[in-house]
């Protein structure tokens, strides 16, 4: 079975530093990995996507992650972290069967 | 991507009550997810809908206190029935989208249930 873990339910950073939210996964098959982001009262908004392409995969608003198969890892960096980018961002594998397992989630603070 | 179109966007419902949750998409879709999102976690699947066939359910969730209907290719319902405070959550809707076989999902805007 598939699993998502996300290391730190919150992480804080101040305006302009680097944001790293940490993405480890379990899975049998070569997996499908995203990252979605909710925004307070909103729905989830996908990031990006690895979907066995290039290893490092851009998303929008800056982000990108890097698929790193011998750490089972796809962490997501953005190297200047602005103040909307406060949310709660969701990493989640898929087998390719649309059934998408979600970790708990990082809650993300941006510091003036 | 799909436009998912949820109502109502938040309620606050009595203990024993239910509530009908609609999701509309703005194009034809073969399956449509119900997730659950219960305050400070994760999301959970709870079923897959397919039209013209009854609702997958994940192990956790019965039909009979999440009915599902699906009949059409760009609607869906999903009722919460008997409502408890424990109910209480934002339910998303969501379809796949991009091509068949990347298998990322567009979400709704979500329903945020309260329950008293």
């Known amino acids: 079975a598939q699993s998502v873990t996300q290391l730190g339910s919150h992480v804080s950073v101040s305006e302009g530093a680097l944001v790293l939210l940490r993405c480890n996964y379990s899975s049998s098959v070569p997996p499908y990995l995203f990252w979605y982001v909710q925004y307070p009262n909103q729905g989830l908004q996908l990031l990006l996507k690895y979907t066995s392409a290039a290893t490092l995969v851009k998303g929008i608003n800056g982000f990108e992650a890097e698929f790193k198969k011998s750490e089972t890892s796809f962490h997501l960096t953005k190297p200047s972290a602005h103040m909307s980018d406060a949310a709660e961002y969701f990493c989640a594998v898929s087998d390719r069967g649309n059934k998408l397992v979600f970790g708990a989630g990082t809650i993300l603070r941006v510091k003036s | 991507s799909a436009v998912i179109s949820q109502k109502p966007s938040r309620d606050i419902c009595q203990r024993g009550t239910s509530l009908t949750i609609q999701c509309q998409v703005d194009s034809q879709v073969t399956m449509m997810f119900w997730y659950r999102q219960q305050p400070g976690q994760s999301l959970t699947l709870i079923a897959t809908?397919?039209?013209?066939?009854?609702?997958?359910?994940e192990s956790g969730f019965v039909i009979d206190k999440f009915p599902i209907s699906r009949p059409n290719l760009t609607f869906s319902t999903l009722t919460v029935s008997n409502m408890s405070p424990e109910d209480s959550s934002i339910y998303l809707c969501?379809?796949?989208?991009?091509?068949?076989?990347?298998?990322?999902?567009?979400f709704g805007e979500g329903s945020r249930l309260t329950v008293l």
């Open positions: 809908a397919n039209q013209g066939s009854e609702a997958t359910y």
């Open positions: 969501s379809v796949g989208g991009g091509s068949k076989d990347t298998g990322e999902l567009f």
